[in-house]
């Protein structure tokens, strides 16, 4: 069992930044991930990352505005969140992934979920 913890959701101005963090109870996954999920849409992956190789994945909507990174203990993942748009409004969800993950963003290949942080974005 695998609990993750988030913080770190909030409200900002379109431009702004944030920063989210999830802390995970134990350090045997494949990998991390943030996904989000919008009102009325799917869940969709955001940003992945190894443990320990830290080397990332992003959705193409995200690329060059977010970075995902961990500490060094591999217990923690943090999604440093810049030039936010009002689109990237949602809850975003951390994950972890104790199996195989054959594709870095899709939500069938994590086993475990964190219960949520809100990020709005204002225009």
């Known amino acids: 069992q695998v609990q993750l913890v988030e913080s770190g959701g909030g409200s900002v101005q379109a431009g702004g930044s944030l920063r989210l963090s999830c802390a995970a109870s134990?350090?045997?996954?494949?990998?991390l991930a943030w996904f989000r999920q919008a009102p009325g849409k799917e869940r969709e992956g955001v940003a992945s990352i190894v443990p320990f190789t830290a080397i990332p994945y992003y959705h193409a909507s995200v690329k060059g505005r977010f970075t995902i990174s961990t500490d060094t203990s591999q217990t923690t993942v943090y999604l440093q969140m810049n030039s936010l748009k009002p689109e990237d409004t949602a809850m975003y969800y951390c994950?972890?992934?104790?199996?195989?993950?054959?594709?870095?963003?899709?939500?069938?290949?994590?086993?475990?979920w964190g219960q949520g942080t809100q990020v709005t974005v204002s225009s």
């Open positions: 994950a972890a992934a104790i199996g195989r993950v054959r594709s870095p963003l899709r939500t069938s290949d994590y086993d475990y």
């Open positions: 134990r350090v045997d996954y494949n990998r």
